[in-house]
């Protein structure tokens, strides 16, 4: 249980939002409704307030931002907080599955062909909105979520022909490195790119203490999940999905 409230926290780090709140317990994020997961309600820490007493007070905050009210519901508290929104008529939706794996396990070799920098350049977000098929809004907010993070950071891209065509970024905190939006150029999967690029960071986040490598991936994404365990990312730590306010 420690290691996936810590897993939490550093996944929270990694992807921020642009606008939070921290009430009784639970994280309230807030990112213009771009990404379930940088607008939903989070259980923060193992004394977060049960459903029942703030849920009224959450559903006005997404309110007064014009959004829909989310509650993202891990796995190993899933029975406290399912019920009172089940009883309020929430449905669920996106599985996810987080995974982990000890940094020793892992291949975590440089890569001459990959490119790291601390921070996203217009190339490399261009590219992956472009992969990620982007609107005008998303890549705004991508953007801006992604020149948020706070905690060290590396952002990874591989070049076929002066082209880039496959991304991810790394951040590392409480000695694990987190990886987010890996992704290929569509025209260049099966091709090994991907392992490239997330060995890569592997090996940036061992230089930087991190002990313990974690992502989340959609559950039913078999392909990426095969990759990853493939890599050394083993242990389904656990998974979560969402709660959604049932629209009037």
Known sequence: MALAWRVEAVCFNAFPSLKQVILDG??????????????????????YAA????????????????QPTIFRVPSFIEAAIDQPLIARGYRSEGETCVLYGAMDAVDGAADPGVELSAAPNAEWLAAMAAFQAHTDVQRRVYRDIVQAVAVPAACA????????????????GD??????SVITDPKQRRQGLAWRVVA?????GRGRGARGVCLQVEAGNAAARALYERFGLTTELYRYHYRRQPSD
């Open 200 to 204: 890569s960071l592997a090996a940036w």
């Open 175 to 180: 000695g694990l490195l987190c990886y987010e």
């Open 26 to 47: 639970w994280l309230l994020r807030f990112s213009k409704g771009v990404s379930r997961r940088a607008n939903s309600a989070n259980p923060l820490h193992a004394d």
């Open 51 to 66: 459903p029942e007493s703030v849920i009224g007070q959450i559903e006005a905050l997404y309110r007064g931002q014009g």
């Open 157 to 172: 891209g591989l070049r076929i022909d002066g082209e880039l065509v496959a991304l991810a970024y790394g951040t590392v």
